[in-house]
């Protein structure tokens, strides 16, 4: 199986001014299309052996004496190719900042609380639909050093991995209605008629009653519908 080249006019540059980290992290000349072999279209491949009982549920998956704190949401939807076909056996890892938004990383010194009951990081394969389901906490928004008072919208990152390690993807889901969003220069480096993609929608129909809200986070992989991915 060969794999489209990525239609860039849905996804953001790789060097954006407003978003200083890129100026350093972009590459400054295009980059070089490395042919395809036997290495990279074949394996892994993934199956339901990859992911643990409680690898989905981050709620649960890092308690060492109680629940995390936090607004407890579902966060689900489907990892569809560009044609609408659901794309099955898809391996989905997230990861994100607690509810006071910090993140167990040594690299984070916001002056935050840790939660010990919350490890903030899950895994999930997607069914023969396409879909894909998460337990968490919702995020907090947190400070960073790109400029003067910058908070990053709640968000959670994404990963995607298809049948071999060449289709490897990553982006960062946003929550609906959240005000911080018109000043991230993140969110903003994608393009206009695409950003909003990376918007989950609260959905009544999947909230759990009596346990948790859900927000649905549907992911286009190819296509002109394509969801923005990083560089
Ligand atoms: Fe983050």
Redesign the pocket.
């Known amino acids: 199986m060969k794999f489209k080249s990525r239609d860039r006019s849905s996804h953001p540059p790789y060097i954006l001014p407003p978003y200083k980290s890129s100026l350093t992290r972009g590459p400054k000349t295009e980059p070089i299309i490395v042919p395809q072999s036997l290495t990279e279209l074949t394996g892994p491949a993934y199956d339901e052996s990859i992911v643990g009982e409680l690898d989905h549920d981050l709620t649960r998956n890092g308690q060492t004496n109680g629940e995390p704190i936090g607004e407890r949401l579902i966060i689900t939807g489907r990892i569809l190719d560009e044609n609408g076909d659901a794309a099955a056996n898809t391996l989905v890892e997230i ?3 607690n509810a006071a938004g910090r ?1 167990v990383h040594t690299n984070d010194q916001h002056d935050a609380p840790l939660d010990p009951n919350f490890l903030g990081a899950g895994r999930a394969l997607t069914d023969d639909e396409g879909w894909y389901k998460f337990t968490t906490i919702r ?1 907090g928004a ?1 400070p ?1 050093g790109n400029h003067y008072n910058a908070w ?1 919208p709640t ?3 994404f990963s995607l991995l298809g049948p071999n390690i060449m289709t490897r993807l990553i982006t ?1 889901m946003y929550f609906e209605g959240d005000p911080l969003i018109p000043f991230d220069p993140i969110f903003a480096g994608s393009p206009a008629g695409a950003k909003d993609r990376l918007v989950a929608k609260f959905s009544l129909e999947l909230t759990e009653p009596g346990f948790a809200l859900a927000y649905r986070f549907d992911i286009v992989l190819r296509g002109p519908e394509a969801t923005p991915f990083e560089a």
Do not use: L, S, T
Request: net charge positive.
């Open positions: 990861w994100q900042a993140y995020p947190y960073w990053r968000h959670i990152h960062q």
